[in-house]
Nanobody, 127 residues
Framework: QVQLVESGGGLVQAGGSLRLSCAAS????????MGWFRQAPEKEREFVAA????????YSTDSVKGRFTISRDNAKNTVYLQMNSLRPEDTAVYYC????????????????????WGQGTQVTVSS
């Protein structure tokens, strides 16, 4: 079993920055890939970014490229999402998730490959 707890959300003005953290416990953190997803009101949960086990490979959706950076610290069992140049359309509940196995580069953006999810943290960007 893996427990994930997100933190760092809040209210920020457009153009501002936030850093989300996701603390993991329960299994060896370095054995699973981590992802960030977000869900805006009345919309589907969508992929934001993912990072592989060692942290050497990262992936992100086009709308956040150049603005958001995913990273991980395996010694601290924590994954981060640094969000810069925030826009009102980034407003959503942000979730971290852990994938233990069965994923590939092609599928790491799919919700179905993730085994565990956090409870989410609200990010609100005002215009």
């Amino acid at each position: 079993q893996v427990q994930l707890v997100e933190s760092g959300g809040g209210l920020v003005q457009a153009g501002g920055s936030l850093r989300l953290s996701c603390a993991a416990s329960g299994r060896t953190f370095s054995t699973y890939a981590m992802g960030w997803f977000r869900q805006a009101p009345e919309k589907e949960r969508e992929f934001v970014a993912a990072i592989m086990r060692s942290g050497g490979n990262t992936y992100s959706t086009d709308s956040v490229k150049g603005r958001f950076t995913i990273s991980r610290d395996n010694a601290k069992n924590t994954v981060y999402l640094q969000m810069n140049s925030l826009r009102p359309e980034d407003t959503a509940v942000y979730y971290c998730a852990a994938a233990l196995s069965g994923f590939t580069i092609a599928t790491i953006s799919k919700k179905d490959v993730y085994d565990y999810w956090g409870q989410g943290t609200q990010v609100t960007v005002s215009s």
